[in-house]
């Protein structure tokens, strides 16, 4: 469970990339976070019937129900991408923040599950507080 003092951390290092952001309301971030399950967790609930495999999102792709890369490649696939409006939200749902900058922050030293994702969700990235160890993760629709 992410703690109080998570959102305001994540504010904090979203402002030191550089990165433009608001907070969406509950009901936007949930049919956000609604559209990332359909389009990269549909094959978990097809298995598993739940949309969330052992309590994270991204045990869809470490369990492979859905293709991705992981990793350093994975972080070079996601700093690959045109910059374009995006998304942010994290494994519990405390917040949720649609989002532009130049360069895609790199969320890896905060060492928590946070998922970032094209505003269309042509891709996702999902860091994981396992990294190095599992993850990140970097998938396409």
Wanted: charge should be negative.
């Amino acid at each position: 469970m992410a703690r109080a003092s998570d959102q305001i951390y994540i504010e904090q290092y979203l402002l030191s990339c550089g990165v433009n952001f608001s907070l969406l309301e509950d009901t936007k971030a949930k049919m956000i976070v609604k559209k990332w399950d359909r389009v990269f967790a549909q094959k978990v609930k097809d298995t598993t019937g739940n949309w969330v495999h052992e309590r994270f999102r991204w045990h869809a792709f470490s369990y492979d129900f859905a293709a991705s890369k992981s990793g350093p490649s994975a972080l070079s696939e996601y700093f690959g991408q045109w910059p374009a409006p995006f998304v942010l939200f994290n494994e519990n749902l405390k917040w949720c923040y649609q989002c532009e900058a130049d360069i895609y922050p790199d969320l890896t030293a905060l060492g928590l599950d946070i998922y970032v994702s094209h505003h269309n969700m042509k891709w996702t990235m999902a860091f994981t507080h396992e990294q190095p160890h599992i993850g990140p993760f970097f998938a396409t629709q």
